[in-house]
């Protein structure tokens, strides 16, 4: 890997998000990185540091959705910022489907990504 992220790697990861793939996912986030998902109690909703976490809040939701897609997705490098758009959807045990539009904001240092921010519309789920 080069020491620059383009939009085709971020397309090659959310292709790992989709086969729940954790490796192909992590490979391009750094050590120190910071995820930000889109729930939680904080205003800026539930915050992991580090790999080993952000990859088990990843991991959590192919749990809780085994069929959680993001499809759609499209990709903007600019420097050391990007975006990701895409649509969501997941069914979760209780047989409640989510879809909806979202975006991740990234913000990148030598090839990888320090910080993602996720944003998803507040759609309520309904039954699958």
């Known amino acids: 890997m080069t020491a620059t992220l383009t939009a085709a790697d ?3 990861t959310f292709d790992a998000f989709n086969r729940h793939d954790i490796d192909g996912v992590m490979r391009l986030f750094a050590p120190d990185a910071v995820f930000f998902a889109v729930g939680g ?6 915050r992991f540091e580090g790999r080993d976490a952000i990859a088990a809040a990843f991991e959590g939701v ?3 959705m085994p069929d959680a897609h993001w499809a759609h997705h ?3 490098v600019a420097g050391d910022r990007a975006v990701s758009e895409w649509v969501f959807s997941g069914t979760d045990a209780a047989g409640m489907r989510t ?6 904001l990234f913000t ?5 990504i320090v910080r993602k921010q996720a944003f998803r519309k507040a759609r309520p789920a309904f039954a699958a």
């Open 74 to 76: 499209s990709h903007l």
């Open 10 to 12: 971020l397309a090659a």
């Open 62 to 64: 192919w749990q809780a």
């Open 99 to 104: 879809e909806a539009e979202g975006a991740d």
């Open 41 to 46: 109690s904080e205003v800026f909703g539930t």
């Open 108 to 112: 990148l240092r030598d090839g990888l």
